[in-house]
């Protein structure tokens, strides 16, 4: 515990490795709050000198990459400060000095306003990471590697790869840790996964398969200087505690452009040959490879493979081996137009944009379909303005979010920034993307003020909050949802687009929930309610409690109004936090959910080949005895 952690006497040392000046304000500005902690060992010691790393992610930059990368340093009882932006989650992590025995921590996600205790009790030398299968890609040398945790890419940790393939790299963080190759013109191989790093990580890059690609016009012309890239998944964030995880990660590598033919060979780095069936223990073996296919004046186009099903223009045309190219029509178009505005007159200048369009993918038969996803990255011109390719395919869904760290600077007026968190302005999505101009009008966003209260009306803090847009047919509740922690006070300010929103809230056993209709500035305070929890005590057959066990929703079922706003949140969050169940050293867990009518659940408890008969999770006021044995 933090109880001896005073505020006024730690004086880390501090320094600042940022991405870009204009996306972190300098240190000490009134717009950044403290993130206070302690590191200690594996025994409880404190760890004195051990740099405590916190990186501000961006998902809406480029490769989730983040915005800033700060490193503190402890006192001589392991405590440290960290100014960081507010209410915001970070990735944070310790490492131990450079001694006999360094340490490290878990990464894990924190926001100002908490003490945090980072338990750096993993040996961590410095290591060395070795990538294999090289030698077959020796033309595109040299290399380089960059890394990712938690789903953000570190903006400091970049290394050049040796002739060996070998790598050295500074300590990092226990857990999963993504490394994309690089080549020598700046286009990834691929990113690589490895659960937990240790000394000598090894990462294997596969072999070169060549994919056949050939683009044609509306006529069935070959088109020529059509650019065609290649999207690569980089990761996901694993443990951002209560509320949805970052987007997934995805990097782009840019295969070429298209001949005079139309056509284009990619050569990738792939276990497979998507254009043959490989079957595996499980039966047939998933390959999902998308491309992206642009050229101005014309419609863009994505086609690839997606759960082995070979599809051209967004629909899915048959089986492996019926198709020999992936082929990309693209029908001649005007692009769509688009503004920032501040309002009718002016528009907001340089300013980066992410613009995720949901695509389909539809089955052979049209009475299916898979949902995908594209990220195009702008930035608005000097009138605010900016153009987007149309979409040869069908777009679900459209959302702009702004980046950089202009609609938390320039727009939420002063006095609130200290309670503002990096993604300030949000907008609701499914946005009519052919028929008329992407027009965003920031500059009258009402602010909605928000003060979390406990049960004895003192400050709810780090409180993670989301805010759901419940404008007619936007019903999607997903990782880009807008989120929030609230600062030390239990406050946190908002700009959303005018409109019906839902706010819903939780700590670890409590929950605040708003309904509100966006029409002006707006104030609210909302008072912590206990959540629905089943009590439980795990045995084994002789009645001895069994400790670590794990709950696993067996089945479930919802009768409801699936596009409610606290319903769309116990659809997508019950199952993790029900999975997310252990029990204690006692046996015992406490499972807390979202109870709805018309909603139920059955789970098993598993631990070490035992299992429980299934159960209904509902909350209860007594402890209820569940017995594991062995599987049958």
Same mark, same amino acid.
Request: aromatic share 6%; net charge neutral; charged share 25%.
């Given at each position: ?30 717009? $950044? ?7 200690? +060992?594996? +025994? ?78 993993? %040996? ?10 090289? !030698? ?75 994919? /056949? ?60 040959? @998507? ?34 099903? /070979? ?8 089986? @492996? ?13 005007? /692009? ?20 995720? $369009?949901?695509?389909?993918? !539809? ?21 605010? %303005? ?81 805010? $759901? ?62 959540? /629905? ?8 057959? =002789?009645? =001895? ?17 699936? %596009? ?69």
């Amino acid at each position: 515990m933090l109880r001896h952690l005073g505020r006024c006497s730690v004086l880390p040392v501090v320094a600042w490795i940022t991405a870009t000046s204009a996306a972190q304000e300098p240190a000490g500005a009134p717009q $950044l709050r403290p993130l206070y902690g302690q590191v200690i +060992d594996a +025994d409880g010691a404190p760890i004195e000198g051990a740099e405590v790393h916190c990186v501000l992610p961006n998902e809406a930059a480029p490769r989730n990459r983040g915005d800033s990368h700060l490193v503190v340093t402890t006192d001589a009882r392991g405590r440290f400060r960290a100014d960081i932006c507010p209410c915001t989650p970070h990735v944070v992590w310790a490492i131990g000095p450079d001694r006999a025995a360094r340490v490290c921590s878990n990464a894990t996600w924190a926001s100002s306003g908490k003490l945090i205790e980072l338990r750096a009790d993993r %040996a961590r030398p410095a290591c060395e990471l070795t990538i294999t299968g090289l !030698e077959r890609w020796q033309e595109l040398a040299p290399f380089r590697v960059r890394v990712a945790i938690q789903s953000v890419e570190i903006p400091s940790l970049e290394y050049q790869v040796n002739e060996d393939g070998t790598c050295a790299i500074a300590p990092l963080p226990a857990g999963r840790v993504q490394f994309d190759v690089i080549d020598k013109h700046g286009q990834p191989l691929g990113s690589y996964r490895i659960n937990d790093v240790g000394a000598a990580p090894i990462i294997r890059v596969p072999p070169p398969v060549e994919i /056949p690609l050939r683009a044609i016009d509306e006529n069935g012309e070959p088109l020529a200087g059509v650019t065609i890239s290649l999207r690569i998944y980089g990761g996901y964030s694993t443990n951002r505690r209560l509320t949805p995880p970052l987007p997934r990660r995805f990097i782009l590598r840019e295969i070429g452009q298209t001949d005079a033919e139309g056509r284009l060979v990619a050569r990738i780095a792939s276990e497979k040959d @998507p254009f043959k069936v490989h079957v595996g223990l499980g039966g047939p073996a998933r390959t999902s490879l998308m491309f992206f296919a642009d050229k101005d004046g014309h419609k863009s186009s994505h086609s690839g493979f997606v759960s082995s099903k /070979p599809y051209q223009d967004g629909r899915v045309t048959g089986d @492996p081996g019926d198709v020999e190219e992936v082929l990309f029509t693209m029908p001649k178009a005007a /692009p769509v137009a688009g503004q920032v505005r501040l309002d009718l007159q002016r528009g907001v200048a340089e300013q980066p944009l992410l613009i995720r $369009l949901g695509l389909r993918v !539809e089955s052979v038969s049209g009475q299916g379909w898979s949902h995908e996803e594209r990220r195009l990255y702008r930035r608005t011109d000097a009138a605010g %303005a900016f153009v987007l390719p149309q979409i040869n395919g069908k777009v679900e869904n459209v959302d702009v979010i702004l980046g950089g760290a202009t609609s938390r600077t320039k727009l939420m007026a002063p006095p609130l920034q200290r309670r503002t968190p990096r993604r300030a302005a949000n907008f609701h999505g499914i946005r009519d993307y052919k028929a008329q101009p992407l027009l965003v009008t920031v500059g009258d966003l009402p602010t909605i003020d928000l003060q979390v209260v406990d049960e004895n009306s003192g400050p709810a803090s780090d409180l993670e909050l989301i805010f $759901l847009s419940m404008e007619s047919g936007d019903t999607r509740f997903d990782d880009w949802t807008a989120q929030a922690t609230t600062d030390s006070a239990g406050r946190v300010a908002m700009m959303l687009e005018r409109g019906k929103w839902f706010v819903f809230g939780r700590n670890d056993r409590h929950m605040v929930q708003l309904a509100i209709d966006v029409k002006g500035d707006q104030q609210h305070t909302l008072r912590l309610q206990p959540m /629905p929890t089943m009590r439980g005590k795990v045995v084994d057959a =002789a009645g =001895a409690p069994v400790s670590g066990a794990k709950m696993a929703i067996h089945s479930s079922s919802f009768g409801g109004d699936r %596009a409610a706003g606290l319903a769309r949140i116990a659809l997508r969050m019950n199952w993790r936090w029900i999975n997310a169940v252990r029990s204690d050293a006692n046996g015992e867990f406490r499972c807390v959910f979202l109870e709805l009518p018309r909603q139920t659940y059955r789970a098993r408890v598993h631990a070490e080949g035992l299992q429980s008969e299934r159960f209904p999770v509902e909350s209860n006021e007594e402890l209820v005895l569940i017995t594991v044995a062995d599987k049958k």
